[in-house]
Every structure is written in structure tokens, then in C-alpha cells.
């Protein structure tokens, strides 16, 4: 039973515009969240962060958004750029279980030029 | 430049045999996941570590899989004997992490994953 959901597989964007990649989550324990992105032949990289005290968090072209009424969070690029063509990967944990990172199934997210 | 370490890079092998994947985490680091990717279930865990303590390998199958931390550099993922449906790309993440602290727990390191083809 997956406790963190991305029910887009794969994403596609015009270079300049924006990019929402969506997530939900089943489990209210959780209190921290990330965004990873993978390329292929590649591990996954950290993106960005947020914790449940907040609901947005930005760095850059990178926002994230989380509505814990919801369980739902987003990760919102602006403007995309063909170099964010990547898997991206939802992840969350709670911290009184040890920090155990819980991940989403990706999403696929193509940038045309 | 810190980086986790897995190897092989990619392993072919016949179904039956023994399939060895290692890892070696960031130095310092106190935690070392498992993990592997699948299409349908993205990322699942597989065994998570603390300290070099199994705190959790609930997502392996037993019969088959073990996951040990010898020392402090080295991660072992062992399956045996390995079946064609084990195919997937296996990584090792490691990270700081301090229990109980879920605001800026720490981010995970990834390496660059272990290609398991089991024909």
C-alpha cells in the first residue's frame, strides 16, 4: 500500500511555461516532505524541502507548495527549461519513525523547446 | 567530492545464481537506505539502517534477501538465489538524519544505482 501517491506518470510542457507536478500522501504522521529529480543512468538528486510547519517553500524556478488538510502537495517550475526534462520523485518521512523516506512512483516530465 | 559508491554498475546473471550489490555511503553519514525502482512502484524501500542497525527490512523479501552493514563503510545487499522478476535498478542512499526531527530532517545521497538484469 503506497503511503505516497504521483498519479501523473509523465508530464509535457512548453519551454517558458509552467510545470505542476503533483503528489498525495496517506499518512498524517508525515512531516517532512521532498522533491527529487532523477536523469536517466543517474541516482536521484535533492531538489527541494519542505517541512509541515510551513506551506510553501521556494528556491529559485522551484516552489513547493503543501496543503496538509489535503495531504497533497505540488511542486510548481517557472519558467521550465528543457534541462528540467527528468523523473521527478515525491518523497516524505515522520520524524518519530526514524526518518524512514517514503516515495512516490515518479513522474516524467518533458520540456519541448 | 562526496558521493555514494555502488557497485557493479550493472550485473547480467542467470536466474538461481547469487547476486552481491554494494554501497559505500558518504563519510560521516549515520543512515543507509536500500532502495529499488520498479515502473509500477517507483522507488520501494527495501532495508534502512541507523549506526549500522537494521531498523527496518519489512520491504524485502526474506526468503531471498538479506542486507548487512559489516562496517561503517560498506553496505551489502545480497539476494540468493536471485529470480528474473529481482530485474530492477537497486540503489543506496545515504544521509544524515536525526531521529525525531522531522523539520530539516536532512535530504538523502543517492549513488548511481546497480542495473540487475536476472535472465
Known amino acids: 500500500d503506497q503511503q505516497v501517491k504521483q498519479n501523473s506518470p509523465s508530464l509535457s510542457v512548453q519551454e517558458g511555461r509552467i510545470s505542476i507536478l503533483n503528489c498525495d500522501y496517506t499518512?498524517?504522521?508525515?512531516?517532512?516532505f521532498l522533491w527529487y529529480k532523477k536523469y536517466p543512468a543517474e541516482g536521484p538528486t535533492f531538489l527541494i524541502s519542505?517541512?509541515?510547519?510551513?506551506d510553501k517553500n521556494e528556491d529559485g524556478r522551484f516552489t513547493v507548495f503543501l496543503n496538509k488538510s489535503a495531504k497533497h502537495l505540488s511542486l510548481h517550475i517557472v519558467p521550465s527549461q528543457p534541462g528540467d526534462s527528468a523523473v521527478y520523485f515525491c518523497?516524505?518521512?515522520?520524524?518519530?519513525?526514524?526518518?524512514?523516506?517514503?516515495f512516490g512512483s515518479g513522474t516524467k516530465l518533458n520540456v519541448k523547446p | 567530492d562526496a558521493r555514494v559508491t555502488q557497485t557493479p554498475r550493472h550485473k547480467v546473471t542467470e536466474m538461481g545464481q547469487e547476486v552481491t550489490m554494494r554501497c559505500q555511503p558518504i563519510?560521516?553519514?549515520?543512515?543507509v537506505f536500500w532502495y529499488r525502482q520498479t515502473m509500477m512502484q517507483g522507488l520501494e524501500l527495501l532495508a534502512y539502517?541507523?549506526?549500522?542497525?537494521?531498523?527496518?527490512d519489512s520491504g524485502m523479501p526474506k526468503d531471498r534477501f538479506s542486507a548487512e552493514m559489516p562496517d561503517a563503510t560498506l553496505a551489502t545487499l545480497k539476494i540468493q538465489p536471485s529470480e528474473p522478476r529481482d530485474s530492477a535498478v537497486y540503489f543506496c542512499?545515504?544521509?544524515?538524519?536525526?531521529?525525531?526531527?522531522?523539520?530539516?530532517?536532512?535530504?538523502?545521497?543517492f549513488g548511481e544505482g546497480s542495473r540487475l538484469t536476472v535472465l
Open positions: 539502517f541507523r549506526n549500522r542497525a537494521p531498523l527496518d
Open positions: 563519510l560521516g553519514h549515520n543512515t
Open positions: 518523497a516524505a518521512s515522520a520524524g518519530n519513525n526514524f526518518n524512514k523516506f517514503y
Open positions: 542512499a545515504s544521509g544524515l538524519l536525526q531521529p525525531g526531527q522531522g523539520a530539516g530532517a536532512g535530504e538523502l545521497f
Open positions: 499518512n498524517s504522521m508525515f512531516d517532512y
Open positions: 519542505i517541512s509541515s510547519i510551513k
